[in-house]
């Protein structure tokens, strides 16, 4: 439609025709301007004023449309970059839930026996196992995905067999968020509880251990998507909250605790391999 209502008006302007005052070449659209020869002066005008309206028609149609579809990223690509992370890779935030549970553990003053205030909040949660418990820039990530693959083709655990898929982790995020806004629209912006939630309906806890957290995927992607805080955040979740910890973290995170160290030797012994011979 723009190539032929340039095609038509660049005819219209060869034609010396009243208010179409010749404006320079049209690289492109002068060498289908052939097509209009033997027309008249208003076939021409009716077909450059359909092209442009269609075309203008169409463009404010897409953008309505914007918002329905995954080319929704267009717009939440510009937000999500500037919400980008800026931390050393690597880096990952505390639980403040946790914070707050070490920093009263070694304060002195404080009485492990009290008993909670009787308006007290309850516990926070550890980690995410919903689209309830993630961050709001966490959610703008799903939404922002394109879906490109970037962030698959570069990850070694998808590359070696594994389950895991960080552009199916965006995806599955955003289809959840999907069903809580049709629930919460049918119950009159109320969710009412449906029985599912993201860790186990969408995302497998195989395909969150598969995970190196070597932020190759987070590297990979050009709007600075993280699909590696969403998989840690559940992470914590199966940790602290279901104790569901795989057999071999939990014997590295018991020497930790027993010897300082994840190998299974005694902190005396450490330095026997000197004397070997």
């Excluded at 049209?26 to 269609?54: H, K, Y």
Aim: proline content about 6%.
């Amino acid at each position: 439609l723009f190539l032929t209502m340039n095609a038509a008006d660049y005819q219209l302007q060869l034609m010396d025709t009243p208010h179409y005052t010749k404006a320079g070449l049209f690289p492109v659209s002068q060498f289908i301007t052939s097509i209009f020869d033997g027309m008249s002066v208003n076939s021409l005008i009716l077909i450059e004023r359909s092209a442009w309206w269609m075309h203008i028609v169409g463009i404010l149609a897409f953008l309505n449309y914007l918002y329905y579809s995954k080319h929704l990223h267009i717009l939440l690509a510009f937000p999500n970059t500037y919400f980008g992370k800026l931390t050393a890779p690597g880096q990952f935030d505390n639980l403040e839930a946790v914070t707050k549970e070490v920093k009263l553990m070694m304060d002195p003053n404080a009485d492990p026996f009290a008993a909670p205030a009787e308006d007290a909040p309850p516990p926070d949660k550890f980690g995410a196992s919903d689209v309830m418990d993630l961050s709001k820039v966490q959610l703008l990530n799903a939404y922002t995905c394109t879906e490109c693959g970037r962030c698959t083709s570069e990850c070694p655990a998808n590359l070696t067999g594994k389950k895991l898929s960080p552009r199916k982790i965006m995806m599955d995020t955003r289809d959840r968020l999907e069903e809580v806004g049709s629930n919460m629209d049918a119950n009159k912006g109320k969710f009412i509880e449906d029985g599912r939630q993201l860790l186990g309906d969408f995302i497998s806890p195989e395909e969150l251990w598969a995970c190196t957290s070597c932020n190759a995927c987070v590297e990979a992607c050009p709007v600075s998507i993280d699909p590696l805080s969403i998989i840690i955040s559940m992470r914590q979740y199966m940790v602290m909250e279901q104790s569901a910890a795989p057999s071999e973290l939990n014997i590295m995170m018991g020497n930790i605790e027993n010897n300082g160290a994840p190998w299974p030797f005694n902190q005396m012994d450490r330095l026997n391999w000197v004397d070997e011979s």
